[in-house]
């Protein structure tokens, strides 16, 4: 089993040679400080917290909170944690996606925790956890999560500049890490929109029209006059306020269509496109865009005028309601019928919408044990996997449990959790690591150093920095199958000074090429960081173990052999001009 592969793998290696003591007091100390700060003894400086008890006001019809005025209080506490960092007022730029896991009832407390996770050149990634307390049983459960983008704005002309976070803990090097990644997908999410919708096969016919409702049934326009009580202390509308309004119209809108009281799950990635202030009229409007099997999405919009002049687009902002019966599931919702053009035009975005969300909530909301290795390929979700394989790659060098045995100049490190035996390998640099980088980023190479690769074909170039490959290695036992592996390769440069550069592989499942009778096909998670050595890392699922159990617990010198090949194969190109480039392929 597990145990006892990783049991030979380490007295293999300890009787080649073992570790010194003074590298194992030392990695033990590392360790115990890590641990220390990871059970409460290090406290964010940017880190604020906000409690507050559920009171009939704050309450709807059902005795339960009020998703508006529970977005109000997390507004407010991550603008709290984000001016605490930038030391300047503070503006909210975008949020991304909601999902509301419970609800809150009268009496309990809504616990919320907001700290700044990166910080960029003026703008700075928030995460705020929502909980919630009961204080007659004791019971703690959590609400939601949500990452929010804010923006810092002098008062002066000076141009503004953030200081760096500065992690201390696993939790905030892992957070911080996945924050560029998050920052990605945020500046691409509305090419992956307008990629899907002029995709002619996603494109969908209405439900027959003698079955579904008019959606100018739900329409519903509502305006607010913006008082100093609905401002921040920098005199603009708060934007916990502005999202209030909208969630208060959409659930009017969600009602008319069913008849009932609508409970609100998600609210999707939404940007604030400029600002409102005191004095100003706002103009609400909603309207439900499409209906689903057991859920329908509402679309909001919030515009701005003052006196005679034009509307102002503020915001555009799309919810996702259920209808619960008695016992807590979802009721089928009937269909609707789209008012021509613009109303069709919400009607098939609704729809892109949906497969976005779903796609978002499968491979990066889940934990990593969740998803498959495997998840089908598709250009409306390479984005979502490609953050996925970067995350998962940083989330496993982020383990603080590695076991270490060195010998020579190779360091060797394992974890074992459930079912799968990690392992890390780690060796200096001769050559600068973006050099390194640039060289092993070119995968269909790999062969020449790594005996264990006899094929590495290029199959698709995703985007400059993301590639799919067939890779093909020999059998796991003598005279058996060989086996195949479809890979999404991802690399990352560094986003400051501060980060390693990065080659994340991860399985996927490619419809052009699927399994055939002449391989086995594998999965498996494996990639590179550069900072200041190179880490290579490994999680073996129980179908590759064998293969990886025997070749580092067995053969370890050949293991050795081939990191010390991969050095030369480094020294060897270290001015090669026929280096992986974008341009190359």
């Known amino acids: 089993d597990i145990s006892t592969l990783n049991r030979c793998f380490c007295s293999q290696l300890l009787n080649l040679q073992p570790i010194s003591m003074a590298s194992e007091s030392h990695h033990k100390e590392n360790l115990h400080n890590l641990q220390l700060e990871d059970e409460g003894q290090h406290r964010n ?13 704050h309450a709807n019809h059902c005795g339960e909170l009020s998703i508006g005025q529970l977005l109000k209080w997390m507004d407010c506490t991550a603008c709290l944690s984000a001016e605490r960092h930038a030391g300047c007022p503070c503006v909210t730029a975008s949020v991304d996606d909601i999902y509301f896991e419970h609800t809150i009832g009268v009496g309990q407390v809504v616990n919320i925790k907001a700290k700044v996770n990166r910080a960029f050149n003026s703008s700075m990634e928030v995460g705020i956890e929502v909980s919630c307390e009961d204080l007659y049983s004791g019971r703690h459960w959590r609400v939601c999560q949500a990452f929010a983008t804010f923006v810092a704005k002098r008062t002066d002309a000076n141009k503004v500049q953030l200081r760096q976070v500065v992690p201390c803990t696993h939790q905030e ?18 090419d992956i ?14 439900h027959d029209e003698d079955e579904a409702l008019p959606t100018e049934r739900t329409r519903v326009e509502s305006v607010e006059l913006v008082l100093p009580p609905h401002a921040n202390h920098q005199v603009n509308t708060f934007g916990g306020q502005i999202m209030a309004w909208m969630e208060n119209v959409a ?16 609210i999707d990635m939404f940007h604030f496109r400029g600002p409102s202030q005191v004095g100003d009229r706002l103009v609400l409007k909603a309207i439900v865009n499409n ?8 679309g909001v919009c919030a515009e701005a005028y003052h006196g005679d002049e034009p509307l102002r687009h503020i915001n555009s902002a799309f919810m996702t309601f259920e209808v619960l019966d008695e016992k807590g599931r979802p009721c089928p919702l009937p269909p609707i ?13 609704a729809l892109a919408r949906k497969k976005i969300r779903l796609d978002r909530k499968y491979i990066i909301s889940c934990k990593q044990t969740e998803v498959p290795l495997s998840v089908p390929w598709d250009t409306s979700n390479q984005v979502y996997l490609s953050y996925n394989n970067v995350s998962a790659l940083k989330m496993l060098a982020a383990k603080n449990n590695w076991d270490l045995f060195a010998y020579y100049r190779v360091s060797l490190y394992t974890v074992e959790e459930s079912q799968s035996l990690c392992f890390r390998v780690e060796f200096e640099m001769e050559i600068p690591a973006q050099r390194a980088f640039i060289l092993l980023s070119d995968i269909s190479r790999r062969h020449e150093w790594d005996q264990h690769y006899t094929l590495c074909k290029l199959l698709l170039r995703v985007d400059e920095d993301d590639f799919i490959y067939q890779v093909v290695t020999p059998s796991v036992s003598k005279g058996g199958q060989y086996q195949d592996f479809i890979l999404l390769a991802s690399r990352r440069p560094p986003c400051d000074s501060g980060d390693p550069y990065v080659i994340a592989l991860r399985s996927v499942a490619l419809p052009s090429h699927p399994p055939t009778e002449e391989f086995h096909r594998g999965e498996c998670l494996i990639g590179f960081l550069f900072c200041p050595q190179i880490s290579y890392y490994n999680q073996a699922s129980p179908e590759v173990l064998p293969y990886i159990s025997t070749d580092i617990a067995g053969l370890s010198s050949s293991f050795y052999s081939i990191f010390c090949a991969c050095r030369q194969y480094l020294l060897d190109n270290i001015i090669s001009t026929s280096a992986f480039t974008p341009s190359a392929l």
């Open 45 to 57: 400086p940017s880190e604020v917290k906000m409690s507050q008890i559920v009171l009939p006001c």
């Open 173 to 190: 090097q892992v957070e911080h890490s996945l924050a560029a990644e998050r920052r990605r997908m945020r500046l691409i999410h509305h």
């Open 193 to 206: 929109m307008q990629d899907l919708l002029n995709n002619k096969t996603f494109q969908r016919k209405n």
């Open 251 to 266: 659930t009017i809108a969600a009602s008319r269509l069913c008849h009932d009281h609508p409970t609100l799950r998600a």
């Open 291 to 298: 209906t689903f099997k057991n859920s329908m999405e509402v």
């Open 337 to 349: 019928k789209p008012e021509p053009q613009e109303g069709q035009r919400r009607y098939q975005e």
